[in-house]
């Protein structure tokens, strides 16, 4: 039983445009979201994240926005530049704290074409 | 955040073999954390381990398959024990973030293991 999904396994988008990347949960304990980025060869690298007590948070070209009652997240990259292609994850956490373990989704592979 | 390596980065491994993976981090850190990612599939916490204690393991691996050393605070290994194909995976070891809110997660490169 996944907890954390990620239904688009790849999504592709023009240089310059918006990415959004989506993600659901189901386990209403959790607390805290978290997305990584993952080129190949290489481990996952933290992104961004957002408590759930916040539905918005923003750096740089990186904004979450978290749907509490939808139980639903998603990542809008804007604008889009082909360094940008990796696969991202959406992990979950019960609570902010980094000694929880993180239930991660199976990640979606974003292309972004020059 | 924290610099993590992974040894080795990669291995091919007949079935029935053991292998040990080693995490070495460039700080002290409490808590550290292994991961499994199978081919297509998202990645699995497989145990956490604290210095000086026993892993704690996730529902689904026990000890005897995969044991876990912690000997001090920069530094851990993972065994893979009696390897089946099954457990040809990427697997990856993380330590805790040292920021005292919105803690994240810090990821080593991870180690492909291809069991044949």
């Known amino acids: 039983d996944q907890q954390v999904k990620q239904n688009s396994p790849s999504l592709s988008v023009q240089e310059g445009r918006i990415s959004i990347l989506n993600c659901d949960y189901t386990?209403?304990?959790?607390?805290?979201f978290l997305w990584y980025k993952k080129y190949p060869a290489e481990g996952p690298t933290f992104l961004i994240s957002?408590?759930?007590?916040?539905d918005k948070n923003e750096d740089g070209r990186f904004t979450v926005f978290l749907n509490k009652s939808a139980k639903h997240l998603s990542l809008h990259i804007v604008p889009s530049q082909p360094g940008d292609s990796a696969v991202y994850f959406c992990?979950?956490?019960?609570?902010?704290?980094?000694?929880?373990?993180?239930?991660f989704g199976k990640g979606t592979k974003l292309t972004v074409n020059p | 955040s924290a610099v993590i390596s992974q040894k080795p980065s990669r291995d091919i491994c007949q079935r029935g073999t053991s292998l040990t993976i080693q995490c070495q981090v460039d700080?002290?850190?409490?808590?550290m954390f292994w991961y499994r990612q199978q081919p297509g599939q998202s990645l699995t916490l497989i145990a956490t381990?604290?210095?000086?204690?026993?892993?704690?393991?996730e529902s689904g691996f026990v000890i005897d398959k995969f044991p876990i050393s912690r000997p001090n605070l920069t530094f851990s290994t993972l065994t893979v024990s009696n390897m089946s194909p099954e457990d040809s995976s990427i697997y990856l070891c993380?330590?805790?973030?040292?920021?005292?809110?919105?803690?994240?997660?810090?990821f080593g490169p991870g180690t492909r293991l291809t069991v044949l």
């Open positions: 993380s330590v805790d973030g040292r920021r005292v809110l919105f803690n994240e997660q810090f």
């Open positions: 700080s002290q850190v409490t808590m």
């Open positions: 381990a604290n210095q000086g204690s026993e892993a704690t393991y």
């Open positions: 992990a979950a956490s019960p609570t902010q704290g980094g000694s929880e373990k993180l239930v």
């Open positions: 957002i408590s759930s007590i916040k």
């Open positions: 386990n209403s304990m959790f607390d805290y």
